[in-house]
T-cell receptor, first 120, second 111 residues
Framework: GAVVSQHPSWVICKSGTSVKIECRSL??????MFWYRQFPKQSLMLMAT?????????EQGVEKDKFLINHASLTLSTLTVTSAHPEDSSFYIC????????????????FGPGTRLTVL | SQQGEEDPQALSIQEGENATMNCSYK?????LQWYRQNSGRGLVHLIL?????REKHSGRLRVTLDTSKKSSSLLITASRAADTASYFC???????????FGAGTRLTVKP
């Protein structure tokens, strides 16, 4: 099956620093990638939808200047948490939807393993 | 924002018993998917059911979908301790494939 990787798997940083998280689709092209955030014992909340080559669409309440998303290629999207604060500590998960290429299109999104961010 | 709700929020059963989790949603959907998440880990896709389907099976999993009631259920038969995890439903609306997750059910299967 399709594989999505995230890097790093966990990161600890000081308050005020910026952290970049990478999401890669390893064996397929992803026209659309999604970024979710999950606080402990809660569900996944969609933060933004990222389309290759265009600006990301952010969900209401998500600061686009704080959570910078770049989707420069069909296999890579990055999320940068700028000037991170302790309240940004969370589990960040990306997912990718495969580009239809003549094969039966899939409605399944493939999820990365997540990145745990801890801001001290 | 989240799409739906799941119940129960937590479920504890003995190994061998069946576990049933329910999911309700609010808007029209293209499909509904169930995922599993072990503590602190990523999501594992379990099963997808389309809006024109009523029931699907995969191994010990059985999923039903009632679009008139905007609800779905996940049944795990003959549960095992290894089934202990959180289970989430997620809906994908028409013309907009970003998924919305339910609150999840934390399942504990006691050996």
């Amino acid at each position: 099956g399709a594989v999505v990787s995230q890097h790093p798997s966990w990161v600890i940083c000081k308050s005020g620093t910026s952290v970049k998280i990478e999401c890669r689709s390893l064996d397929f092209q992803a026209t659309t990638m999604f970024w979710y955030r999950q606080f402990p014992k809660q569900s996944l909340m969609l933060m933004a939808t990222s389309n290759e080559g265009s600006k990301a669409t952010y969900e209401q309440g998500v600061e686009k200047d704080k959570f910078l998303i770049n989707h420069a290629s069909l296999t890579l999207s990055t999320l940068t948490v700028t000037s991170a604060h302790p309240e940004d500590s969370s589990f960040y998960i990306c997912s990718a939807r495969e580009r239809s290429s003549g094969r039966p299109s899939t409605d399944t999104q493939y999820f990365g393993p997540g990145t745990r961010l801890t801001v001290l | 924002s989240q799409q739906g709700e799941e119940d129960p929020q937590a479920l504890s059963i003995q190994e061998g018993e069946n576990a049933t989790m329910n999911c309700s949603y609010k808007t029209s959907i293209n499909n509904l998917q169930w995922y599993r998440q072990n503590s602190g880990r990523g999501l594992v896709h379990l099963i997808l059911i389309r809006s024109n389907e009523r029931e699907k099976h995969s191994g010990r999993l059985r999923v039903t979908l009632d679009t008139s009631k905007k609800s779905s259920s996940l049944l795990i038969t003959a549960s095992r301790a290894a089934d202990t995890a959180s289970y989430f439903c997620a809906t994908a609306p028409f013309n907009n494939n970003d998924m919305r997750f339910g609150a999840g059910t934390r399942l504990t299967v006691k050996p």
